[in-house]
């Protein structure tokens, strides 16, 4: 079996509401996947960067290849390293998704089973949500958007933060008055903060029993995380933006967060198995980011299926729940929260366990690229 053809597809949807966050507002989502095809028939989709310029330069780096030889063609098409912070170098993320896509189909076999030791096959969605609206009270309407997510049946939500210490501190407190206890609430800042603000800010957060503060500071402040780790209570997280090399040396080999949060879209499944390694062998929690399709979603689950508990915690990654029109448009199957346990189930099928929507895919299209 060899690679024949790669097609780029970059979708775009506009949204009925815009919503923002510390660091900008947005009224579309936009998502990138990638098709690979083969001589024999077989196709694999994934999500993420394809390999780029240099792919479209080399197409022989991939065409004509057997999709066997994924992690040889990971490494073939990663980029170097730019100094000491490589955040989201851009890689073959997503068409390394496809590669493993295609090579379970050849044999069969759903992608988690080729990863490693499959642990479970249920995992445990925590909500993305609260974003900011075009509310005429943040703090409101932040608190009953979080009632609602909870009579769904949702277990653990993750709020934004970053407006401010006041305004953030009057949010969070509404926000878990209106969850009760019982709820697991996280909170991420996208790095609206310095390591000293962050630090004063974190110290009143400590009352309200988060589950981590995601991004307090930007991603290469990594003495302002240390500094962070040692004086605040609240679990640090980071890393959506990092590639597998950077996550690995700067957040889990130091052990400078309790929690990283690679994504699929960055780092693909080969890296995305070195940095599971690495965080099983240094007591480090992996809780993927997620923001895209469900063809990213399939990715992830596969992924943490093969990935051990860490101090008790369930396998989880982030189910973002705010308006997209792509998401479960691109496949057929439906990815859902089974509100019975809260957890979401590895789809069981050859390869991701997905089939992706063709006509869909054409209809948000945007832009299209063909190798070779």
């Known amino acids: ?10 979708l775009s949807a506009g949204l ?5 966050w510390s660091l900008n507002w ?4 936009t998502a990138t996947l990638v098709e690979v095809s083969t001589d024999c028939g077989l196709t694999g989709w994934g999500e993420g960067a394809f390999g780029g310029e240099r792919l479209v330069r080399d197409p022989e780096l991939v065409i004509g290849r057997s999709p066997f030889e994924v992690e040889a063609i990971f490494d073939d098409l990663r980029p170097p390293a730019e100094g000491q912070h490589d955040r989201g170098a851009p ?3 997503g068409l390394d998704v496809a590669l493993w896509d295609l090579v379970g189909k050849a044999l069969n076999k759903p992608v988690c089973s080729l990863l490693g030791r499959i642990h479970t096959t249920r995992i445990t969605p925590y909500c993305t949500c609260m974003y900011r609206k075009d509310w005429p009270d943040l703090t409101q ?3 009953e958007e979080a009632r609602q997510w909870v009579a769904k049946g949702f277990r653990i939500l993750k709020m934004k933060i970053g407006y401010g210490p006041e305004t953030d501190v009057g949010a969070v407190a509404a926000v878990r008055r209106a969850i009760g206890d019982g709820v697991g609430l996280a909170v991420d800042a996208n790095c609206a903060y310095d390591a000293a603000t962050a630090l004063v800010l974190g110290r009143r957060l400590e009352e309200f029993n988060l589950l981590w503060w995601e991004e307090p500071v930007w991603g290469h402040d990594l003495a302002g995380y240390d500094r962070l780790r040692r004086l ?3 679990p640090l997280a980071g ?3 990092c590639s597998a090399d950077a996550v690995i040396r700067d957040y889990v080999a130091p052990r400078r967060l309790h929690i990283v949060q690679p994504d699929l879209d960055t780092v693909g499944l080969t890296g995305g198995r070195r940095v599971a390694h690495m965080c099983a062998l240094n007591g480090v929690r992996l809780v993927p980011h997620n923001w895209g399709t469900h063809v990213r979603t399939a990715g992830e689950l596969h992924w943490m299926s093969c990935f051990p508990r860490i101090d008790g915690w369930p396998q989880m990654f982030e189910f973002d729940q705010t308006e997209n029109p792509l998401r479960q448009a691109v496949i057929r199957q439906n990815i859902e929260m089974d509100p019975a ?7 069981a099928g050859p390869g991701l366990g997905i089939d992706v929507v063709p006509e869909v895919v054409e209809e948000f299209r945007t832009e299209l690229v063909t190798i070779p």
């Open 232 to 234: 605040l209570s609240i």
């Open 141 to 143: 309407g932040l608190a």
């Open 91 to 93: 890689g073959s993320a």
């Open 16 to 20: 009925r509401d815009r919503f923002g």
């Open 341 to 347: 346990d809260g957890c979401i189930p590895v789809p």
């Open 26 to 29: 947005t009224d579309r989502r």
């Open 1 to 10: 079996m060899k690679i024949t053809r790669v097609r780029v597809h970059k």
């Open 239 to 241: 890393g959506e933006t």
